[in-house]
């Protein structure tokens, strides 16, 4: 099985969604397509990792919603076990600072400026979401414990907030030597 399907599985762990949910909900962590999803979902269906109820809707056609089984829980704690591959980084940003010295100040302090405002607007989505579960977790979010079922969550925001505050941070000394 490939990653993504993993992280399909991972998704599920929290509660049944439909396709289109998982394929929303996997964008923070993977950029997937529709014509990606669908396909592993059957395939997982097949391999008895998911199963589907069919949810009548009055005005579009029924829509499946996907609940993970027992055989994929274990799956998913045999490749927790397995060694983490190294991440794939794809940064355009990266590979146009490298060459930044072929535009003027003035365009490369525009690239940035585009990138800081994209920065906060993540952190924005990420201040939403924490409190979202701040809601509905019955403790403080600092004290929920890796059993929690909003533990994996909350600590992946953390990791996506700190990271935007990094590359805010890097923004800002960028810009520093561009004066």
């Known amino acids: 099985m490939n990653t993504l399907s993993y992280g399909l599985l991972s998704l599920l762990t929290r509660n049944s969604r439909t ?31 998911v199963e589907f109820v069919h949810v009548p809707q009055s005005d579009k056609p029924d829509k499946k919603v996907y609940s993970l ?12 076990a397995q060694p983490t591959d190294e991440p794939v980084v794809k940064d355009e940003l990266a590979l146009k600072v490298f060459c930044i010295g072929l535009v003027d100040k003035e365009q490369a302090r525009k690239v940035l400026h585009e990138r800081e405002v994209y920065y906060q607007k993540k952190k924005e989505r990420f201040a939403q979401s924490f409190e979202r579960i701040k809601q509905d977790s019955a403790k403080p979010l600092e004290e929920l414990e890796i059993h929690d079922p ?21 923004c800002e000394w960028m810009k520093s030597k561009l004066k």
């Open 19 to 49: 396709g289109y949910e998982l394929m929303q909900n996997i964008q923070p962590f993977w950029q997937a397509k529709h014509s990606q999803i669908y396909p592993l979902l059957a395939q997982l269906e097949q391999k008895g990792y």
């Open 69 to 80: 089984t027992d055989n994929g829980r274990e799956a998913l704690k045999k490749w927790i």
């Open 150 to 170: 909003l533990f994996g969550l909350y600590v992946l925001i953390q990791k996506a907030t700190l990271k935007a505050d990094a590359d805010l941070v890097w």
